[in-house]
């Protein structure tokens, strides 16, 4: 078992820089892949990017491929979600995840693939 807890997020202006953070606990932490997803009103979870266990393995969907970077401190079972050049379109609810991977370099990219789930973290970015 693992909580996720985020922290991070705001309101932003376009052009700026944001980090939302996701610390693990639990038992074997730092064991997990983990993914970030984002939701806005009245449409369904999207897939924002994932990292492996090792942290040597990340994928990021093409809307934020460039802007955002996954990365993830194993010593304080911590994954980070930094966000550059945002834009109006990025504002939405987003949601780490944790599942105990099949290797320590797998990835996944389906929400229903993910067994533990952050409380969201509100990123608004004004235009």
Not at 83 to 104: F, H, I, R, W
Request: contains cysteine; charged residues 15%; positive net charge.
């Amino acid at each position: 078992q693992v909580q996720l807890v985020q922290s991070g997020g705001g309101l932003v202006q376009s052009g700026a820089s944001l980090r939302v953070s996701c610390e693990a606990s639990g038992r074997a932490s730092s064991a997990y892949a983990m993914g970030w997803f984002r939701q806005v009103p009245g449409k369904a979870r999207e897939f924002v990017g994932a990292i492996s266990a090792s942290g040597g393995v990340s994928h990021y969907a093409d809307s934020v491929k460039g802007r955002f970077t996954i990365s993830r401190d194993n010593a304080k079972a911590t994954v980070f979600l930094q966000m550059n050049s945002l834009k109006p379109e990025d504002t939405a609810v987003y949601y780490c995840s944790a599942k105990v991977p099949l290797t320590g370099g797998s990835i996944y990219f389906r929400e229903s693939a993910y067994d533990y789930w952050g409380q969201g973290t509100q990123v608004t970015v004004s235009s």
